[in-house]
């Protein structure tokens, strides 16, 4: 399927990455099901630069099973046809502060769950919901954002870092039970990327050392991931499956 012809939607989608990512459907020219949790005047604007036609502001946790089944059902509605690619792109309230990231002494399990929550209970949500819109069109693609961090821990992340290497294997997971579907689930894997809310509290000597030590010799921007996204939605991706794809300048392989 052309992306001309998805609907797509990005869990997220009016900040961030999430925009970014939203704005390279629209410019390709798919449908887009820009979802969001408390940014609601971020996603109005959005939906209002891109178009009604081409865009709709949609909120929901994704955490929450019945709100993205609400969600799913609302942009066909809307679109008059069902979600056949989905961009789990949802960052659980994490914020990329290495000076105050909690230490092995002080993290409790909550931080855990509640990045386990957002990086894998979201992904099986929102997996669930699309699923069936995905096999009435005799087709689906699942791309799931995730992290160099479980490569090269540079920060130690702990909560942030294991909950998206969980995400990774779900995605291995789901790509063997639905590849027959004609439905593809993979990975794109980021490093700090410069900027987003997420990253705002970063230093710019942080951003400075880890260019250095890139190939490219430069942090890598929110669009230039977004574009690595299209891929994996797009025909030529079509036999591609169950992959983590590292956007990163290079940092790290594997």
């Known amino acids: 399927m052309r992306i001309d012809e998805q609907i797509v939607l990005v869990t997220g989608g009016a900040r961030g990455l999430?925009?970014?990512?939203?704005?390279?459907?629209?410019?390709?020219g798919a449908r887009v099901v820009v979802n969001y949790r408390r940014s609601s005047d971020a996603a109005a604007r959005l939906v209002a630069e891109l178009g009604d036609d081409r865009a709709v502001a949609i909120r929901a946790d994704v955490t929450d099973d019945d709100e993205v089944a609400a969600l799913v059902e609302s942009a066909r509605t809307h679109f008059g046809a069902p979600v056949t690619t989905v961009v789990n792109n949802a960052l659980a309230d994490f914020r990329f502060?290495?000076?105050?990231?909690?230490?092995?002494?002080?993290?409790t399990w909550e931080r855990f769950d509640g990045q386990f929550r957002g990086a894998v209970k979201a992904t099986l949500a929102?997996?669930?919901?699309?699923?069936?819109?995905?096999?009435?069109?005799?087709?689906?693609r699942i791309v799931t954002i995730g992290t160099?961090?479980?490569?090269?821990?540079?920060v130690p992340y702990h909560d942030y870092t294991a909950a998206k290497a969980a995400a990774l294997s779900l995605t291995r997971t789901l790509a063997a039970d639905l590849g027959p579907e004609n439905i593809t689930v993979n990975?794109?894997?980021?490093?700090?990327?410069?900027?987003?809310?997420?990253?705002?509290?970063?230093?710019?000597?942080?951003?400075d050392l880890i260019a250095s030590s890139t190939p490219l010799r430069r942090a890598i921007s929110p669009p230039e991931l977004a574009d690595a996204v299209l891929f994996?939605?797009?025909p030529w991706s079509r036999a591609v499956t169950g992959q983590n794809l590292i956007v990163d300048g290079g940092l790290v392989n594997g």
């Open 18 to 28: 999430g925009v970014e990512i939203v704005r390279a459907f629209a410019r390709e």
């Open 97 to 107: 502060d290495g000076d105050a990231r909690p230490t092995p002494e002080t993290i």
């Open 126 to 140: 929102t997996t669930r919901a699309t699923l069936p819109g995905m096999r009435e069109a005799g087709v689906g």
């Open 148 to 154: 160099n961090l479980f490569q090269d821990p540079v």
């Open 187 to 207: 990975m794109v894997s980021g490093g700090l990327l410069r900027h987003t809310d997420a990253s705002a509290a970063t230093p710019a000597e942080v951003f």
């Open 232 to 234: 994996f939605a797009s």
